[in-house]
């Protein structure tokens, strides 16, 4: 247990740094909390790995849950604006969409 605490700590870190991960980092940080409980009890020569697992987990939680808070502030505030700017945008959006498709499409097919 103390090592399976280790290994889904390190692996709650290394997914927090990751969109997708980051909300696999979740779980994975506290399943190493609550297997590094047990850990300590059972297997006593493991202790340390235990601890080291309990730290990695709270530190992949915390970031994981500060990389989910970030992006999600950052895509409502994206969605908030988009709403906001009503008509004006969605004009903007399909002036920039038929540009830039026309940088793509061969002579004779150009829509401007």
């Known amino acids: 247990m103390a090592v399976a605490s280790l290994v889904l700590g390190i692996l709650s870190i290394l997914g927090a740094f990751t969109v ?15 297997f590094s409980g047990p850990g300590k ?5 493991k ?6 697992g309990l730290i990695t ?5 915390v970031v994981s849950i500060l990389i989910v808070a970030i992006f999600g502030t950052i ?19 399909e002036e920039f ?10 002579e004779g097919k150009k829509t401007i």
């Open 41 to 45: 009890r059972r297997e006593p020569e």
């Open 20 to 34: 997708v991960g980051s909300v696999a980092g979740l779980p994975l940080g506290i399943l190493a909390i609550v």
């Open 97 to 106: 969409f038929q540009n830039f498709g026309n940088q793509f499409a061969p």
């Open 57 to 61: 987990g709270i530190i992949g939680l």
């Open 47 to 52: 202790h340390g790995l235990a601890t080291a």
């Open 75 to 93: 895509i409502w505030a994206a969605f908030a604006a988009i709403e906001s700017s009503g008509p004006e945008i969605e004009r903007s959006l």
